[in-house]
């Protein structure tokens, strides 16, 4: 029988094994090598975690001590709604641990602590050629029709 998916707040202690899926989840969308992510992003990311002046939350999925994925999140006012929103920003999973509810599971704790800090709303951004990820997305969530307009600087 296959040991349960553990689904918890990051700790401190988690930076060794959070920091390849966080290297995952930024190579799959083409941050690596000569685009990776700088260092101090990586750290500020990190410590946002744990500081409760910041929004940003992460979940990570976890099963005989091995971290299989990670979810981060936040919470942002709206015009629309006195209810905070939650973005569910970055999800990712190890590719031998997707097709196993792993994703679903991140995604479940996420709408959790959504419900629980009174949102009305989750919703998140995925590339339109991320197939494998949104047939799981249909599943769980109304594809809403939106585009996304952008602007770099």
Not at 45 to 66: C, I, K, N
Not at 101 to 109: M, N, T
Request: net charge neutral.
């Amino acid at each position: 029988m296959p040991s349960p998916i553990i689904v918890r707040p990051i700790a401190r202690q988690d930076f060794d094994q959070w920091l390849p899926l966080w290297d995952g989840y930024n190579t799959f969308y083409g941050r690596s090598g000569e685009t990776a992510l700088p260092g101090e992003i990586t750290q500020m990311t990190w410590s946002r975690f744990f500081d409760a002046y910041e929004p940003v939350h992460a979940l990570v999925a976890e099963s005989e001590g091995q971290l299989l994925g990670l979810v981060h999140y936040l919470f942002h006012r709206s015009t629309t709604a006195i209810a905070p929103n939650c973005y569910l920003q970055d999800l990712f999973t190890t590719q031998a641990s997707r097709g196993k509810g792993v994703g679903r599971a991140l995604i479940e704790g996420v709408y959790e602590r959504a419900q629980a800090a009174g949102s009305g709303r989750v919703y998140w951004l995925t590339h339109e050629t991320n197939h494998t990820a949104m047939k799981l997305y249909d599943k769980v969530a109304e594809h809403s029709g939106f585009v996304v307009y952008r602007k770099l600087f």
